[in-house]
């Protein structure tokens, strides 16, 4: 398989291009100058992309790579490939479920606390020796808050399984009801924020999901409330979001992902109310391998004729 060409949309991962070098002929898209000319060069050679969170394969990757059999995502969420033109190009897509569930969920629980109980802010106060001064000020306990959760995939359950173990009640709102769990369901996204007091956000990203939590859903949550984002960034209408922080009509957040990374609103650098991180759900070095195999798995089980180890389409 060492002369198939598999084009890496951008840095990822140094196990899984290292292997993928060994493998394949990798061409580093990221460190090519002028990319069309480079498309134009390597049109029938390139066989599969391998794309992630932050890039994947477009339209217009798609068109100009007319030998292109495979998309490959280092992610388990679909946004950035276009699958109704994979579809149409009979081009097979695979991403990474599963491997990465408990780390994103776990990930989800730390913010909720870091948020509720201030913990990025009492570590500034003991390093910059205020404690010396005086004691911290009191937080707010997470055991028993109604925890209300956007998408209840593999990743929304692993987060409710987790807060149940904090007494929490769940509720959760999704595109149909799912009648085998015995959490309560909300038809809409403002119900479910009006009636609870932390909303995690864990769905898919659709055009149907875009700005899911708008002004309305963030009024619904309150002064008290509490948004967990460790879906995808647009997920929320993110100028709302920063004016409602800022104004403390919410009572603060815990994002892992923004509207366009890796660009994040300064407004919110200055805040106490908001823990910030740079999209890390999954990252860890265990899970980050796993993944890893799981692309390299799909590629060649596609180049052997083999079935695809976790197909999309």
């Known amino acids: 398989m060492e002369s198939i060409g598999v084009l890496m949309a951008c840095p990822m991962n140094p196990y899984l291009e290292q292997e993928l070098d060994k493998r394949f002929t990798l061409h580093r898209f990221w460190k090519v100058p002028e990319k069309s000319t480079f498309l134009s060069t390597h049109s029938n050679s390139i066989r599969a992309v391998v794309g992630n969170a932050f890039a994947g394969a477009d339209a217009q990757l798609i068109e100009a790579l007319p030998k292109l059999e495979i998309v490959a995502s280092?992610?388990?969420?679909?946004?950035?490939?276009?699958?109704?033109?994979?579809?149409?190009k009979g081009i097979r897509v695979t991403n990474t479920p599963d491997v990465l569930t408990e780390d994103v969920a776990d990930l989800a629980i730390g913010l909720i606390l870091a948020v509720l109980r201030n913990l990025c802010e009492c570590d500034r106060y003991v390093r910059s020796g205020k404690w010396k001064k005086g004691s911290y000020m009191l937080t707010t306990k997470f055991t028993g808050k109604r925890v209300g959760i956007i998408g209840l995939g593999r990743i929304g359950m692993a987060i409710a399984k987790r807060a149940e173990a904090f007494s929490c009640p769940i509720s959760y709102h999704s595109r149909t009801e799912k009648p085998e769990t015995k959490y309560k369901y909300y038809p809409s996204v403002v119900e479910l924020a009006a009636n609870c007091d932390i909303l995690v956000i864990a769905c898919s990203l659709t055009e149907e999901t875009r700005h899911i939590v708008n002004r309305k859903v963030i009024d619904a949550l309150g002064a008290e409330g509490v948004l967990i984002n460790i879906g995808r960034g647009p997920h929320v209408d993110e100028p709302e979001l920063v004016s409602a922080l800022v104004e403390r009509r919410i009572g603060g957040a815990g994002l892992?992902?923004?509207?366009?990374?890796?660009?994040?609103?300064?407004?919110?650098?200055?805040?106490?109310?908001?823990?910030?991180?740079?999209?890390?759900?999954?990252?860890?070095?265990?899970t980050r391998k796993d993944m890893a195999d799981l692309v390299l798995g799909n590629l060649e089980a596609h180049f052997l004729k083999k079935p695809l180890l976790t197909p999309v389409i």
């Open 256 to 286: 892992d992902v923004f509207e366009h990374e890796p660009e994040v609103p300064e407004e919110l650098f200055g805040l106490d109310n908001v823990v910030l991180l740079p999209h890390v759900g999954s990252g860890t070095v265990e």
């Open 74 to 88: 280092f992610s388990v969420g679909l946004d950035k490939i276009d699958l109704a033109k994979c579809k149409e």
